[in-house]
């Protein structure tokens, strides 16, 4: 299924587009809409379609200057170009951006389709090709000359002074000179093991730097990419890097089963310190146990715990378990547990005080590691009371050790993890009192909490497990949701109440979060009374 975005000022093509075609029996799915270009860029960068079909002439930002901003940050989009205007410098500026169809209003749906199918079969071909073992061996051995590797691996590990690395690359045309540079590392990994779709992402890898003077790239390892990326200013240095790795993650997820994760070092202003950089991603990366899911990681995302401590003894198991999980894992380690226990009931307040204290000992390692205290967390935990009452029976042995272990990664999220829960809640207030303006966007809300775009794009769906935009939404569909069961309120005015541009595109999203029209809400709401 390739997903379609559409961008036109005109409220009845956006209408008609989404109506018209038959989305559901179609290996094609609606997005989402904009009115201009400037409001779609945000809403595009969150929501990464693969096609985007634009209008060419909108107010703030037109088709053009969209599609020249989209190719830029995210390249893999497919672009297609509605106009009134039949004119040759219009369709020649649109070849150059890239743009894949220029179609002339007013079209039909066939019109449209015919255009969506070509483009389609053009995705599925590109995607057939990265599975192209031979092709993907060329390239690799076309790009991957072993003096160039071994030279750019002892760059990173710091083993050339700058004069020294600047005349070796010299000789090997690469171009290293630059006022600012930063490394990152994207790891591949694959559960299922599956070579077709490792050598689809490795093919992935190298397509997204390749062709670019400004990133340095190689395989270091048969599974880790090293990228060094060269720049003049350490805030748009920082920015490709996100987009560069955001660009990584979503071509591996689109046509492959493996997971990805992009760790970025820090900025550094010298070629004998680009081995700082490296080493600052190593670090992170190292500290990365769980690789079910892709993840962006940047050097100043744990900056602020740089001074605490990160040596987790590695010869305790449950320390080894519980540094990184989940509260939903909680469940599996009771359990492991509780299989330790066994069924032996005379042996069980001997068995239980063990396994309890065990318990307690990894949590109070984990607390001191993370730069606290286990008596300040939990103050009683170490009393021979606490410990009495917790191998009672059985139940109050789960209990207690849940208990424990909620304790402990609340502490550990908040003090480890929860370096931008600030700036998340920040987030979250600004969206929960600006909802209903219209042009509130990726861009206006990072611009708030003075962040780059793309970093809070990052952080924020990783910190809360949503995208901005569906954090948006379901802010937005609540307070219809109020309002239907409260007011009066046509739902057309609902909907500009509520940030919505358009009631029937409104109507299309209600639908679609709530699986009702607002008319069967409401009417629903007032059943129920």
């Known amino acids: 299924m390739y997903s379609v975005f559409i961008v036109d000022d005109e409220v009845i093509v956006r209408e008609g587009i989404r109506s018209k075609i038959d989305w559901d029996n179609l290996p094609f799915t609606f997005a989402g809409e904009a009115s201009d270009g400037e409001l779609a860029l945000s809403m595009i960068q969150e929501i990464k379609p693969d096609i985007l079909i634009t209008d060419i002439k909108m107010p703030f930002m037109d088709g053009l200057e969209l599609a020249k901003n989209v190719k830029k940050m995210q390249p893999w989009i497919r672009i297609i170009i509605l106009s009134g205007h039949d004119e040759f410098d219009y369709a020649k500026k649109a070849i150059s951006i890239g743009v894949e169809d ?73 171009s ?48 880790t990419y090293v990228s ?43 070629t004998a310190l680009i081995t700082k950089s490296y080493q600052d991603a190593n670090h992170i990366l190292e500290l990365c146990t769980d690789f079910s899911k892709s993840r962006i990681i940047g050097s100043q995302d744990i900056a602020s715990y740089a001074d605490k401590s990160f040596s987790f003894v590695q010869t305790d198991p449950l320390m080894d378990r519980i540094k990184y999980a989940t509260i939903n894992e909680l469940d599996d380690i009771i359990d492991q547990y509780l299989k330790l226990l066994g069924e032996d009931t005379f042996q069980f307040s001997v068995m239980a005080s063990y396994l309890f204290i065990d318990v307690v000992m990894a949590a109070s390692k984990l607390v001191e590691e993370a730069g606290g205290n286990i008596k300040d967390v939990i103050p009683d935990v170490l009393t021979h009371t606490f410990v009495a009452h917790a191998v009672e029976n059985r139940i109050t042995f789960i209990q207690q050790i849940r208990f424990v272990l909620e304790a402990v990664l609340t502490f550990r999220d908040s003090n480890l993890q929860g370096r931008y829960s600030d700036v998340i809640l920040r987030a979250k207030k600004y969206i929960d009192e600006n909802y209903a303006n219209p042009d509130i966007c990726l861009h206006s809300v990072a611009e708030e909490v003075h962040f780059s775009p793309n970093h809070f794009s990052t952080i924020f769906s990783q910190e809360c497990g949503i995208t901005f935009i569906e954090y948006l939404t379901s802010v937005r569909v ?21 940030g919505f541009n358009d009631p029937h595109y409104f109507s299309y999203i209600f639908k679609k979060a709530t699986g009702y029209t607002p008319r069967d809400y409401r009417s629903n709401c007032t059943d129920n009374r």
């Open 102 to 174: 220029y179609i002339l209003k007013p079209f039909t749906s066939d019109d449209l389709l015919t255009s969506m199918n070509k483009i389609a079969s053009s995705l599925d071909n590109q995607k057939k090709e990265l599975s192209d073992i031979a092709r993907l061996k060329n390239e690799i051995e076309a790009s991957s000359d072993l003096l160039r590797e071994k030279f750019l691996s002892d760059l990173i590990l710091g083993s050339f002074n700058s004069s020294d690395a600047i005349e070796k690359a010299s000789e090997l045309s690469i």
């Open 176 to 223: 290293l000179l630059s006022r600012m540079y930063l490394v990152t590392i994207s790891e591949l990994h694959n559960e299922a093991n599956s070579i077709d779709d490792l050598i689809t992402a490795k093919s992935c890898l190298l397509s997204s730097t390749v062709g670019n003077p400004d990133i340095i790239s190689f395989f270091l390892s048969p599974f």
């Open 228 to 270: 060094i990326f060269k720049g003049t200013q350490a805030d748009t240095l920082e920015e490709q890097a996100y987009s560069s790795a955001d660009a990584i993650q979503h071509a591996v997820s689109k046509n492959t089963s493996c997971t990805v994760v992009t760790t970025i070092g820090s900025t550094v202003d010298r």
């Open 478 to 498: 609540d307070q219809a949701k109020h309002l239907l069961a409260n007011s009066q309120k046509r739902s057309s005015d609902i909907a500009y109440e509520i």
